[in-house]
């Protein structure tokens, strides 16, 4: 019934030799092999979790080409760029700068368009001197990058819309977010929360104090979807994430708990074609998601936080959003928003799903 309601043809072989079982490096029965890859071992799967598993499975992720960085002049904006840059040096990929601007408008003359033209000039000019003041060789010293091949882009509008409507060409988009600092700043910082929210490809939030170190340790916050290890695994292989760098924290809400954590557990995800990744397993039990996912983060010296944000019913949806918007303003470690399966249509219209680009 999965494959059927996916419009998929596929051939299935039941394994029951025990050194056949052994010889896939399955630790538990039943289990689900897709390409040889193990994608669900120990339970028997719904046909809704089997239509998301096998989804997520023949979706593969592209190698990341592409990074847009929304900057809106601020120092959370600077440390963003920043930060993209190391990124792509260490991707291997290109950066397009985007600036969003609103023109001038008279509201005693609202159809006087002389303004327009000088707005979009000093626009132009504040986004060449801000990659200018970025390019000096002292913020080049690993000669990671070249600025020479950095795009720029103006668009007239709303940022936080033209932002998300841009993304559909992009594999990641990079920006800074904070719930401090001035007004400009808290501005970007619900621009940032929106674009994280519904733009068409992965969105990685940068606090204004983070510095690129690699990814050494990197903390999934989960909350027991069938689709997580399966979105790991690209993760992993998107960011160059070392194979045992990779925390899956589950926390379940508990008002009789401050912070009780049960630690200490490891899995195999093994592979075909390429290293095993070995996750270190923690549940959590806390009267604060939020916090109890920070403080995790912060003591294990996390590198980058993800944040996987699947189909869920009404109301679940709703406590969602507050809990990623929250994540999103408070967060002072890098956080990469993964977003809906694009079948859902969730948050999506029906052409925006069809041509959305998500990492599932």
């Not at 689900?32 to 669900?40: P, R, Y």
């Not at 609103?102 to 000019?125: I, V, W």
């Not at 559909?168 to 940032?192: A, Y």
Request: aromatic share 8%; glycine share 4%; hydrophobic share 40%.
């Amino acid at each position: 019934m999965a494959l059927h309601s996916l419009e998929m043809e596929a051939s299935i072989e039941e394994i029951e030799r025990v050194e056949d079982i052994i010889q896939y490096q399955i630790l538990s029965t039943p289990a689900l092999l897709i390409d040889g890859e193990i994608v669900s071992e120990g339970v028997v799967p719904e046909v809704e979790e089997l239509v998301l598993v096998l989804k997520y499975s023949m979706d593969k992720l592209p190698k990341i080409k592409k990074i847009l960085v929304p900057i809106d002049f601020s120092s959370v904006a600077n440390n963003a760029f920043r930060f993209a840059l190391y990124l792509a040096g260490h991707l291997e990929c290109e950066i397009t700068l985007l600036h969003v601007y609103h023109p001038y408008f008279d509201p005693d003359n609202p159809l006087a368009g002389g303004e327009k033209s000088e707005t979009a000039t000093n626009a132009q000019k504040r986004l060449d001197t801000f990659l200018g003041e970025n390019s000096s060789p002292a913020n080049n010293d690993k000669g990671l990058f070249n600025y020479k091949s950095i795009k720029k882009d103006l668009r007239i509008g709303f940022p936080a819309d033209e932002i998300t409507a841009f993304s559909k060409d992009f594999d990641l988009i990079v920006m800074g977010t904070t719930g401090d600092g001035d007004w400009l700043e808290q501005l970007f910082g619900s621009v940032s929360s929106h674009v994280a929210q519904y733009a068409h490809c992965p969105v990685l939030l940068i606090p204004g104090n983070a510095r690129f170190k690699s990814f050494k340790t990197v903390v999934y916050a989960s909350d027991r979807e069938t689709n997580d290890k399966i979105l790991i695994k690209q993760v992993v292989d998107a960011m160059q994430i070392p194979s045992d760098s990779v925390h899956l924290v589950h926390v379940e809400k508990k008002s009789s708990e401050e912070y009780l954590l049960r630690n200490g557990r490891y899995e195999q995800l093994p592979r075909t074609q390429k290293q095993t990744i070995k996750l270190t397993l923690a549940d959590i039990e806390s009267k604060s998601i939020l916090k109890a996912m920070n403080e995790y983060a912060h003591s294990h010296h996390a590198d980058l936080i993800i944040l996987n944000t699947v189909q869920r019913s009404f109301l679940e949806n709703l406590f969602h959003r507050s809990f990623t918007k929250q994540m999103i303003l408070q967060t002072r470690i890098p956080l990469l928003i993964l977003h809906s399966n694009p079948q859902s249509g969730q948050n999506l219209s029906p052409t925006e799903a069809k041509n959305a680009k998500f990492w599932s």
